[in-house]
């Protein structure tokens, strides 16, 4: 189980998150702020630079994000810059298949000090606007996750691990099996997997392409975002004042006692409430180790900002 948050990873998977204009509630707040800070052509360049490496497709370079230098910006960056050129041609080239590249993509391509010089300005830029500003917050999470699988860890072993990592995944020994939308297998063949939790990893866990590389296995952690404050006052006619704040103290996924302690009510009041908003589809309720996690669904997020939109994400 990886110790912290990776930068590289979360580079990667927050632009992923930059380049859709579909609703992801709990990011649409870091959204704003961060397209409102690469405004100038300075840093619309460099997001220029990084976007069409990591695009929104079934590939993704995989030197982008180093396992040697995991958890470590600039031995990250480092890593990046250091891609022995033979690997950097051949995953560049497969990108180039399945994304429309820049020119400037060939010179990266080839190994070229500039484009690599480039690249590695924008990595540090991005993360220091994009990135650091919320570092506190993502690692915070990230920690709240790692408590409770090493909780899981230590009531049930690895296989409990496994078992409960994401609503996406299913242990069925000795596979992990993972909703992912291309057909692929990872046979470990006697080396170990990393478990890397990540903020900006969003429906389902991912991997690297190249199954030589050291295997590690990105997943999303259950209460990931930057939640707005929206206020339950439009909703109490509608729900009730005790269901409607419940409603809106759910968004970033809190436990019935945290509910209990915010809202100033019992532990039962508090039940009583989520089973409803369960069964009408506007929250829902994941066990965490010893605790139960309740969390606004896209239907219970969309009624609390009036939103019609479709919130599927690509």
Same mark, same amino acid.
């Given at each position: 189980?990886?110790?912290?948050?990776?930068?590289?990873?979360?580079?990667?998977?927050?632009?992923?998150?930059?380049?859709?204009?579909?609703?992801?509630?709990?990011?649409?707040?870091?959204?704003?702020?961060?397209?409102?800070?690469?405004?100038?052509?300075?840093?619309?360049?460099?997001?220029?630079?990084?976007?069409?490496?990591?695009?929104?497709?079934?590939?993704?370079?995989?030197?982008?994000?180093?396992?040697?230098?995991?958890?470590?910006?600039?031995?990250?960056?480092?890593?990046?810059?250091?891609?022995?050129?033979?690997?950097?041609?051949?995953?560049?080239?497969?990108?180039?298949?399945?994304?429309?590249?820049?020119?400037?993509?060939?010179?990266?391509?080839?190994?070229?000090?500039?484009?690599?010089?480039?690249?590695?300005?924008?990595?540090?830029?991005?993360?220091?606007?994009?990135?650091?500003?919320?570092?506190?917050?993502?690692?915070?999470?990230?920690?709240?996750?790692?408590?409770?699988?090493?909780?899981?860890?230590?009531?049930?072993?690895?296989?409990?691990?496994?078992?409960?990592?994401?609503?996406?995944?299913?242990?069925?020994?000795?596979?992990?099996?993972?909703?992912?939308?291309?057909?692929?297998?990872?046979?470990?063949?006697?080396?170990?997997?990393?478990?890397?939790?990540?903020?900006?990893?969003?429906?389902?866990?991912?991997?690297?392409?190249?199954?030589?590389?050291?295997?590690?296995?990105?997943?999303?952690?259950?209460?990931?975002?930057?939640?707005?404050?929206?206020? /339950?006052?439009?909703? #109490?006619?509608?729900?009730? %004042?005790? $269901?409607? @704040?419940? =409603? &809106?103290?759910? +968004?970033?996924?809190?436990?019935?006692?945290?509910?209990?302690?915010?809202?100033?009510?019992? /532990?039962?009041?508090? #039940?009583?409430?989520?089973? %409803?908003? $369960?069964? @009408?589809? =506007? &929250?829902?309720? +994941?066990?965490?180790?010893?605790?139960?996690?309740?969390?606004?669904?896209?239907?219970?997020?969309?009624?609390?900002?009036?939103?019609?939109?479709?919130?599927? $994400?690509?």
């Amino acid at each position: 189980m990886a110790a912290a948050a990776d930068p590289m990873w979360e580079i990667v998977l927050s632009l992923h998150i930059l380049q859709t204009r579909r609703p992801a509630f709990t990011l649409d707040k870091w959204r704003r702020e961060v397209r409102g800070r690469f405004t100038d052509q300075r840093r619309r360049g460099q997001l220029a630079r990084l976007m069409p490496l990591a695009p929104i497709a079934t590939y993704m370079p995989d030197f982008l994000t180093p396992s040697h230098a995991a958890g470590n910006l600039v031995e990250g960056i480092d890593a990046v810059l250091s891609t022995p050129p033979p690997r950097l041609r051949r995953e560049m080239q497969r990108l180039g298949a399945v994304s429309r590249l820049p020119a400037w993509a060939g010179e990266l391509a080839a190994g070229k000090s500039d484009p690599l010089h480039n690249l590695g300005k924008a990595l540090g830029d991005y993360h220091r606007f994009a990135l650091a500003p919320y570092w506190h917050h993502i690692q915070e999470r990230v920690d709240t996750d790692r408590t409770a699988r090493g909780q899981a860890l230590l009531d049930g072993g690895p296989e409990h691990l496994l078992e409960t990592l994401s609503p996406q995944t299913s242990w069925r020994r000795p596979v992990l099996e993972i909703n992912y939308p291309v057909d692929r297998d990872l046979r470990l063949d006697g080396r170990g997997i990393t478990l890397l939790p990540s903020f900006f990893c969003q429906t389902y866990p991912i991997t690297l392409a190249d199954v030589t590389l050291p295997p590690v296995l990105v997943y999303p952690i259950a209460q990931a975002g930057f939640p707005s404050a929206p206020t /339950a006052e439009g909703l #109490s006619a509608l729900l009730g %004042a005790t $269901r409607a @704040a419940i =409603l &809106v103290a759910t +968004r970033p996924g809190r436990s019935t006692g945290e509910l209990a302690k915010l809202l100033n009510v019992s /532990a039962g009041t508090v #039940s009583y409430h989520v089973s %409803a908003l $369960r069964d @009408a589809e =506007l &929250v829902i309720s +994941r066990r965490n180790a010893n605790m139960v996690v309740h969390t606004t669904t896209p239907l219970g997020g969309k009624l609390l900002h009036g939103r019609h939109q479709s919130t599927t $994400r690509p």
